[in-house]
């Protein structure tokens, strides 16, 4: 089945959506030059074709723009396809799916609920494979010390902290997410 994509503005930037059949099957966060986004799509999908997105892709970028202005907007109906990534990446992204906007989750945490706090790294190397940021918000799994850990999307742990902020993270208005 042929992967199409699009882009769309957010408040923080262009961004762009691909999608298979009916269920989205990557999310590009905005980066420098703004056309990265679409080679981006298609460095994972080379055979993707820029379209106009069908009613179902309409709505998730319409959720997630309001998600990304600010507004509390629920993604977890939006349908994915990861069925690319390992078990265990898959288990990692339900898990991180299922946290709510404005809170967080620790690398170990998520560990500990897959059974051990030991794979933490793998943890953060799962998330750095995560094919739909925002839709799967891996931007709320922090390091056990409040820090930012990683991010792999665009940007870094700048952009992490930029989503955090825009959903009112309690761990952001006290400043821990700030320390390095």
């Not at 989205?24 to 993707?48: F, K, N, T, W, Y």
């Not at 078990?87 to 299922?98: G, H, K, M, S």
Request: hydrophobic share 40%; charged share 20%.
């Amino acid at each position: 089945m042929r992967v199409a994509f699009t882009t769309f503005e957010t408040p923080i930037g262009l961004c762009a959506v691909a999608w298979r059949g009916e269920a989205i099957v990557q999310v590009v966060l905005p980066a420098e030059p703004a056309d990265e986004v679409g080679r981006r799509i298609r460095r994972r999908h080379p055979e993707s074709t820029l379209e106009t997105p069908p009613p179902f892709v309409a709505d998730a970028i319409q959720a997630m723009q309001a998600h990304l202005g600010g507004s509390a907007v629920d993604l977890t109906s939006i349908p994915v396809d990861v069925g690319t990534g390992s078990p265990f990446e898959q288990e990692v992204w339900a898990l991180t799916r299922a946290i709510p906007a404005g809170a967080t989750r620790t690398y170990g945490e998520l560990a500990r609920a897959l059974g051990d706090v030991a794979r933490s790294r793998e943890v953060g190397q799962a998330l750095g494979r995560n094919p739909v940021p925002i839709i799967v918000p891996c931007h709320r799994v922090v390091a056990s010390d409040g820090g930012m850990g990683g991010f792999s999307a665009p940007g870094g742990t700048d952009t992490k902290r930029r989503l955090l902020l825009i959903e009112r993270a309690p761990a952001v208005a006290q400043g821990s997410l700030f320390d390095h």
